[in-house]
Structure formats: structure tokens, C-alpha cells
């Protein structure tokens, strides 16, 4: 990886455990209407490549530099980061009642930490202000990250397709979240994540399901829903990269190595359909997050399965008002999977602990399964529960 430097504990358990929840009950209602230091820490290497600032424009998006490996296709620009800090990043710290991570870190023993793919650098620098005795860096293919943060936060050009440069047994932490489409290679890079991250430290990545669902069949009354996943799915083919990973990175966490591996999976309400308050919320912010940049979402996907582009402005229009719509209960999925690097003394473990939850955290009855021929245990705790 070429580099150029430009809480609360978990309540998860480390027993084996899958929490399977009911579905998300709808409101009755048919329509529901840092002050940071003042000192910036600075680059390490004192000059970045002209080439790194030589943003691509499509359409009016800018979009990182080609002289990178990784092919992202979300925008760098600001109504983009607008969407991260505003909308996706706040219902994510609304759905994990704010916390920043669900890997069971002790604050006494994280020192060094990474965040792979930091975007505008929101959870690096609120990880930063949580832990302030740990040292956080934020690496992206973009210098879009502010330049007034905590002093013990850095930010780094980074492209994460190439060969890590940090140090063997190096990170406590090692946290990554929405690169879907930015990794070819999942297992080798968990493998590298592997040997960067320190005996018994983490690593944990959240991403997102582009499928547009429904519990109760009311997405078939916006059938234009239905295309959304469908050309996540065609442009995933195109360029050659997985874009659906909910089943990839589970496997690809095992392969490299760790131990004491949880996948937890949340139901995201699109809209403030569900009648409970948190869920609610989230729908919203959801939902303006989409609203808000749809098109950024979409665009080099539309591009690169060569869709008609007379047709692209008019398929936003219908989105929209398709996820206006109250009498739809759509929902996306997320899914965080985290695993800790083993000690020297200890063997490699197998289990791996699913947990499937909506916003309600309402268990279902207990029950034994297994996948990929490993063993699971289930466990009927509800996440943040008492």
C-alpha cells in the first residue's frame, strides 16, 4: 500500500451467539411526514504528486485520480462528503447507539489505530476525540479530509489494492467501512490487514447491501426499486469487482486468519416507516442520504454498463419518488464483521458467530444452523440489550 501523508465496549458477547430478529413493525401512520486543536497535524512526506490531485470530471463529479490501482466509483467531491457526514455517518452512530465500532477494544490497550478508506475523516477524527491517547491515521485515495483535527490524528494518500507499507504486528485497530467496489481481492486484503494488525488486535469492516427490500411485499408497488440492485449487480460484472459482499467477507476473514469472528447484520429502514422511534430515525437519515446523492451512488455504475444516458436523470426522478412513497417498508441491509488477530500461543479457531438484527433488536427462538460447514452456536441476546 504506497502511502503519502497529505467507548464504549462493545455489548457483543464473545460467546458464540446469532440473534435472529423479527421483522420491523410499520407505523400505523400512512404518512409520516469539534471544536478540535488548533494545530493540523501535517504530512510526513512533504510534498504529494501532482498526479494524486488530478481529480477525474464526469458529468460535473469529480472523482479520485487514475493514476491509482483502485477504480472507485463514489465521488470525492463536496456534495459527496456531504452525504457521509451528514446523513450515513449519523444514522450509523444512531444504529450502533453511538458507538463508532463493535469490536470489543480496550481503551488501555489501543494504541495505534487505522481507518482504511477514511472518506472525510468523520469516524477518524471521533474515534481520535474517544481515545485520545491513541495515535489514528486515515488513509483514502483523496486529500478530502480537514486539515483542523485532533492532534493525535493523521491522514495519509493511501491506495489499499497495493502492498501495505506499516510494519508487521504494527495496529491494535484496523477499522474500514463503505470500500465495497474498491477491493478486488478480499481475502489478500484481510491478509494484509492480518499481518499490519497486532496479536489480539482487530479488525472490523461495515458495508453495505445495494438490494432494495421488503418484508411485506410493498416494493412491488415501485417496481423501479427492484433496478437499483440490478445495476449494482450488471456493473459489479463490468468492472470485475465484487459489489455484493455479505457472503464474501465473512469467508475472506477466516482465510486470513482470525479468531473469535462476529458478522452482525442490521435491517435499514429506507423512510420513517417502522413505528419504532430508533428505527424511525434511521429511515430517515437513510433516505436523505439517498436523496441527497443518488446520482453520486450511481453514476460511473450507469456509466460503465453503458445504460442509455438520455434515460439516467429520468431513472433518478422515478428512485426518488419511489422512496417517497409511505406505503412502501423498503429497507437495505448492512453487515459488520469483525475478528481479532490471535496470539502467538493460541490455534486458529474456526466458529464464527452470525447475528441478525433490526433496528427493534427483537430476539427469535434460539435455534442450532451451520455454514460452510462450520459449526455455529445461537444465542437469543438482543445487541444493546440489558
Not at 12 to 20: P, V
Not at 312 to 328: D, E, F, G, Q, T
Not at 333 to 359: H, W
Request: charged letters at 25%.
Amino acid at each position: 500500500m504506497s502511502t503519502a501523508h497529505a467507548n464504549k465496549q462493545s455489548p457483543l458477547s464473545t460467546t458464540d451467539g446469532l440473534i435472529a430478529a423479527e421483522d420491523i413493525p410499520v407505523n400505523d401512520q400512512d404518512e409520516i411526514d469539534s471544536i478540535f486543536s488548533e494545530e493540523s497535524v501535517q504530512s510526513a512526506t512533504t510534498s504529494i504528486a501532482s498526479s494524486i490531485l488530478e481529480y477525474r470530471k464526469i458529468h460535473g463529479r469529480t472523482y479520485h485520480s487514475d493514476k491509482f490501482t483502485t477504480n472507485y466509483f463514489i465521488p470525492n467531491d463536496d456534495q459527496q462528503l456531504e452525504s457521509e457526514q451528514l446523513w450515513s455517518h449519523h444514522f450509523l452512530t444512531i444504529l450502533l447507539d453511538d458507538q463508532l465500532f463493535l469490536a470489543p477494544l480496550e481503551k488501555d490497550k489501543t494504541h495505534r489505530v487505522l481507518d482504511v478508506g477514511t472518506g472525510s475523516g468523520i469516524w477518524a477524527v471521533e474515534f481520535a476525540d474517544q481515545f485520545p491517547n491513541a495515535s489514528v491515521i486515515g488513509t483514502d485515495l483523496s486529500p478530502c479530509q480537514p486539515q483542523w483535527v485532533p492532534p493525535n490524528v493523521c491522514f495519509e494518500i493511501d491506495d489499499a489494492m497495493l502492498e501495505w507499507t506499516y510494519d508487521d504486528n504494527h495496529f491494535d485497530f484496523i477499522h474500514m467501512r463503505y470500500i465495497v467496489g474498491g477491493i478486488q481481492d478480499w481475502t489478500a486484503f484481510f491478509k494484509e490487514a492480518y499481518r499490519c494488525c497486532a496479536p489480539g488486535g482487530w479488525v472490523e469492516s461495515l458495508e453495505y447491501e445495494a438490494e432494495i427490500c421488503s418484508d411485506d411485499g410493498s416494493t412491488n408497488l415501485e417496481p423501479v426499486l427492484a433496478s437499483y440492485g440490478e445495476l449494482f449487480r450488471q456493473a459489479g460484472e463490468v468492472m470485475k469487482r465484487p459489489l455484493f459482499v455479505h457472503e464474501i467477507l465473512p469467508q475472506a476473514l477466516e482465510e486470513a486468519g482470525f479468531i473469535d469472528k462476529r458478522v452482525v447484520r442490521y435491517k435499514i429502514p429506507i423512510g420513517p416507516w417502522a413505528k419504532d422511534p430508533k428505527s424511525a430515525e434511521v429511515g430517515r437519515f437513510t433516505r436523505e442520504a439517498l436523496e441527497n446523492d443518488l446520482q453520486g451512488y450511481t453514476q460511473m455504475l450507469w456509466q460503465s454498463v453503458q445504460k442509455p444516458e438520455d434515460e439516467y436523470h429520468v431513472w433518478l426522478a422515478s428512485m426518488r419518488k419511489a422512496i417517497r412513497n409511505p406505503k412502501v417498508h423498503s429497507y437495505g441491509m448492512i453487515q459488520v464483521v469483525y475478528g481479532r488477530k490471535p496470539f502467538a500461543a493460541e490455534s486458529a479457531i474456526t466458529e464464527l458467530t452470525l447475528i441478525n438484527c433490526d433496528q427493534d433488536l427483537m430476539p427469535l427462538q434460539a435455534q442450532k444452523t451451520t455454514m460452510n460447514g462450520t459449526a455455529i452456536g445461537i444465542d437469543s441476546r438482543a445487541i444493546g440489550g440489558s
